[in-house]
């Protein structure tokens, strides 16, 4: 079974600075996924950023990047000079390798300020 | 724009009404997806289909009843549901092998 942990509380943050948001996961399965969505008020899930656990270089997607430590079971999403618009419920997941199902964690809440 | 389209985006239903939730992807993704979610919480898994056959079901009581009659398309059909199943409905798809999962913008459902 897999497990995903983000434990931080609601995040405010300065608009223009970085951010980052804890996840630390668990699992049996050698190979799987890592990903970050974004889910604004709306309503809506969008898809940030994936890293493979066999990927060797970090993944970056714009002002996305995932500081994975495989040792520590921990991927962190770095949102680099917040907007207002990055305000949002941010789910981190993970799917083992040959498997449809998506383990989520709770969600961290991130409010940008002016 | 989502690549996955849900219709409609907002319903509003009686419990002994009959509805149904559409969802339509055109990424060519085998797998695809029903979640639901409550305010405030990930979204949790109800059905997978893979290759148009159903092949998680996660133990959803049956006035939920999905339907995926090709590979693009995907239904759930909506019966006699309670006041507790109002809550966000997302369809998803992707590729199989541990690909990412994209999804539609949702269906709001309440339940009167």
């Known amino acids: 079974a897999q497990k995903i942990t983000q434990t931080q509380p609601g995040m405010f943050v300065q608009e223009k600075e970085a951010v980052t948001l804890d996840c630390t996961y668990d699992?049996?399965?050698?190979?799987?996924?890592l990903f970050w969505y974004k889910q604004p008020s709306s309503g809506e899930m969008i898809f940030l950023i994936y890293q493979g656990s066999y990927d060797q270089q970090n993944a970056t997607e714009g002002r996305y990047s995932l500081n994975f430590q495989k040792a520590r079971k921990s991927a962190n999403l770095v949102i680099s000079a917040s907007q207002l618009g990055d305000s949002a419920m941010y789910f981190c997941a993970m799917r083992a390798r040959g498997n449809n199902r998506l383990a989520f964690g709770k969600g961290n809440q991130v409010v940008v300020i002016p | 724009d989502t690549e996955v389209t849900q219709t409609p985006k907002h319903l509003v239903m009686g419990m002994t009404n009959k509805k149904s939730l559409k969802c339509e992807q055109h990424?060519?993704?085998?797998?695809m997806y029903w979640y639901k979610q409550k305010a405030k919480k990930p979204p949790e898994l109800m059905f997978v289909?893979?290759?148009?056959?159903?092949?998680i079901n996660e133990s959803v009581p049956s006035r939920f009843s999905p339907e995926c009659p090709n590979s693009s398309l995907l239904n759930l059909h909506l019966h006699a549901l309670q006041p507790e199943d109002s809550a966000l409905y997302l369809c998803?798809?992707?590729?199989?092998?541990?690909?990412?999962?994209?999804f539609g913008d949702g269906t709001r459902l309440s339940i009167l």
């Open positions: 699992t049996s399965d050698p190979s799987y996924g």
């Open positions: 998803a798809s992707s590729q199989e092998g541990g690909q990412p999962q994209h």
């Open positions: 990424m060519g993704h085998r797998a």
């Open positions: 289909y893979s290759y148009e056959k159903l092949s």
